[in-house]
């Protein structure tokens, strides 16, 4: 039976892998380590497949003392680990957190790692994993006319957000060749889907829009994304982290490349048609172009022929239906968008982060 360390498993991706891993894979026990800042919350928690299987622990990755001892006494022999600073504005305005939970925090666990699986030798070499979730966003930007990211692509972080996770991939695959850690990576595009933090572009133009809130778009709106359904990331994650080659790295992503300004459109349409009577249909009145963040990178796309060709995983989502369905579970779920707004600074930050940008 694996017993599998989930890091930042109370966040948007993280709790969304855990309620994907114990729906598909019964013989899994899971230990989920998350502080619960602003961004992880126990009500992405709520209605887990068996909880029986899944024990939640409050504690930052950066405690080696705490990580040392949940690896004893679970007798952990994986790791997946999500545990992150993930907003690149967040970033702008404070990177020396990024720096600490990012980088200090994922050296904290390949130490850990390194220590009960090569040292004490806890579990048979073949036998341990660890995975670690990164982004796209460590290859900086494309020019319109580039080909997409992949696996070799040359690592340009742009922000301190992409610097400080192009920093843990490094180390991570540090030590899978200095020590010989079994270590996997994936690297992936912008994910949307349940449970987000509202910060983000979808949950922010949905929300905003049930509300009759401007819509802020950034500059011109032109900045082109992969967008990949969350529950097609969880799959390729397990995909990966039990299947994949040692010391490899796979890019995922959900296949297409739309503009901003086309996600929040899109939007628009869906809640126009799931919301007639709204008295803010249509919902294209409330978009608002406003003043571009810093150093925006105005285009990803990504190369996911590697994980198809290995593992035989391709995104079962396409972006209209994951769209709509994203739409309706933030509509079906208000007591979720209330619980997280009271027990997060999301006002505060919308206010420091919107409130001074000019149109």
């Known amino acids: 039976m694996k017993s599998v360390l989930v890091t930042g498993g109370a966040g948007f991706i993280g709790s969304n892998f855990i309620h994907w891993l114990l729906k598909h894979d019964p013989e899994v ?6 502080a619960l800042t602003y961004a992880g919350s126990l009500e992405n928690l709520r209605d887990l497949p068996d909880e029986s299987r899944h024990t939640f622990v409050q504690g930052s990755i950066t405690d080696r003392e705490l990580i040392d001892r949940i690896f004893a006494e679970h007798k952990i022999d994986t790791v997946v680990h999500f545990a992150a600073e993930s907003h690149v504005d967040r970033s702008i305005h404070n990177p020396g957190v990024f720096v600490d939970t990012n980088v200090v925090g994922t050296f904290t666990l390949l130490e850990a790692a390194r220590r009960f699986w090569l ?3 806890t579990h048979p070499i073949e036998a341990v994993r660890f995975h670690h979730v990164s982004t796209d ?5 494309l020019a319109p006319h580039e080909p997409p990211f992949e696996e070799d692509t040359s690592y340009a972080p742009r922000s301190p957000y992409a610097a400080s996770k192009a920093s843990s991939d490094h180390f991570v ?11 996997t990576i994936s690297n992936c595009s912008n994910n949307y889907g349940p449970r987000q933090f509202p910060e983000k572009l979808i949950p922010l133009m949905v929300l905003n829009a049930v509300n009759g809130r401007p819509l802020p778009v950034y500059g011109d709106g032109m900045q082109i994304r992969d967008w990949l359904y969350v529950d097609d990331h969880c799959e390729a994650i397990w995909k990966v982290a039990t299947k994949g080659r040692v010391g490899e790295t796979y890019c995922v992503g959900g296949d297409n490349q739309p503009p901003n ?5 899109t939007i628009c349409s869906i809640l126009d048609e799931l919301q007639p009577d709204s008295e803010f249909t249509p919902h294209e009145q409330l978009i608002t172009y406003v003043q571009d963040r810093p150093g925006h990178d105005r285009r990803y796309d990504i190369r996911i022929d590697k994980i198809h060709e290995e593992l035989g995983w391709q995104p079962s989502h396409d972006l209209a239906q994951g769209l709509l369905d994203t739409v309706k579970w933030y509509l079906d779920n208000p007591e979720w968008i209330e619980a997280i707004t009271k027990q997060s600074d999301l006002n505060t930050w919308m206010k420091k982060n919107y409130g001074e940008r000019k149109a």
């Open 137 to 141: 966003e460590v290859f900086g930007t």
């Open 261 to 265: 300004i086309e996600i929040v459109k």
């Open 29 to 34: 026990r899971i230990v989920n380590l998350d």
């Open 173 to 183: 695959r540090a030590y899978n060749t200095t020590y010989g850690l079994p270590i």
């Open 119 to 121: 040292v004490e030798k």
